[in-house]
């Protein structure tokens, strides 16, 4: 709706609703007494999100670093946050306690050098891509929802919903990647189309290279996916080539949705060896996932 509405591009919009990207980003070149010289930009998103746990501390979490994955995504550093909450008025005021105690240990706002900016229209024909997180929130939340894994059982996953980008972002800006998403509600397939669309290129994933939680794939064969699985696929079915024969399963998996998954980086191939290192160093899983295409019959080529 932004961009149909929208009355001609501000020069200081460095990223705006055009490229489908996970936030804003506006130049502060001499605004308010900031030297004209100055290379700092202020990164801008909102969120709202539901309850995927029933933990309160880890819905707070969870909720918050969801949120601040799109400032990481945009190779963003978080400086505050402002937090709007719908709570019931019979909810027990120590589970509010709780969630708000959860969001402030993660909570924050940012800004990034604009030198630094890894926008979606930041990929290049010849980048290798890499996922920081494994696949399968959409997944496991859902058999927990369905009383089919317990609180123990997802637990594991929570933390990882839990974790911040932040380490993430500062592989990605130390490798100089220009191009990065973060995985969340529209899945690996749905965000990865957005970075396909923005660079005008094509992007192809190796579903075998993929990292999955441990349990995702049976709870997704039991048919645990999330209705985003089914959504994805029809929505995005112009703009996805599947090959023959790849497995079902694996393929939904792909297209349902993330809760605060890692981030889709795309990076020059000269590059890659680097990102490598930095992600390694930052005791991060080092997962590629496949390349950047010219742009051919579709979006996204699934492989």
């Known amino acids: 709706m932004l961009r ?20 804003g980003i506006v130049e502060l070149r001499g605004v308010e007494g900031l030297p004209a010289d100055t290379q700092v930009a202020l990164v801008q998103t909102v969120d709202y999100f539901p309850p995927v746990v029933d933990d309160p501390w880890y819905y707070g979490a969870i909720a918050a670093a969801n949120s601040l994955s799109d400032v990481y995504a945009m190779g963003g550093k978080p400086l505050s946050a402002l937090n709007l909450a719908g709570i019931p008025k019979e909810f027990p005021k120590d589970w509010t306690r709780e969630i708000f105690r959860g969001g402030f240990e993660k909570m924050r706002e940012g800004i990034v050098d604009r030198r630094r900016v890894a926008a979606n229209s930041g990929a290049r024909a010849g980048d290798r891509l890499y996922l920081t997180k494994s696949l399968g929130m959409g997944t496991l939340t859902t058999a927990a929802k369905r009383a089919k894994i317990t609180w123990k059982e997802l637990e594991p996953a929570a933390r990882q919903m839990a974790t911040l980008n932040e380490r993430a972002a500062d592989a990605l800006n130390a490798a100089g990647a220009k ?6 509600g529209f899945g690996l397939v749905g965000h990865a189309r957005n970075i396909a669309a923005a660079s005008a290129v094509t992007l192809r994933l190796e579903l075998a290279r993929a990292p999955l939680f441990p349990g995702a794939l049976e709870l997704a064969r039991a048919g645990f996916n999330s209705g985003a699985a089914k ?8 703009d996805v080539s599947i090959r023959a024969g790849l497995d079902e399963t694996l393929v939904n998996l792909v297209f349902d949705a993330e809760t605060s998954g890692g981030l889709l980086i795309c990076v020059p191939a000269a590059a890659a060896a680097k990102l490598e290192r930095e992600l390694a160093a930052r005791d991060l899983p080092v ?5 950047v295409l010219p742009h051919g019959a579709h979006w996204i080529e699934l492989v």
């Open 4 to 23: 149909e509405v929208s009355t001609g591009k501000d020069e200081r919009l460095l990223v705006g609703p055009e490229s489908f990207d996970d936030a």
């Open 287 to 291: 997962c590629a996932v496949g390349e």
């Open 231 to 238: 959504r994805g696929r029809t929505g995005l079915a112009a």
């Open 179 to 184: 191009a990065a998403t973060d995985i969340t």
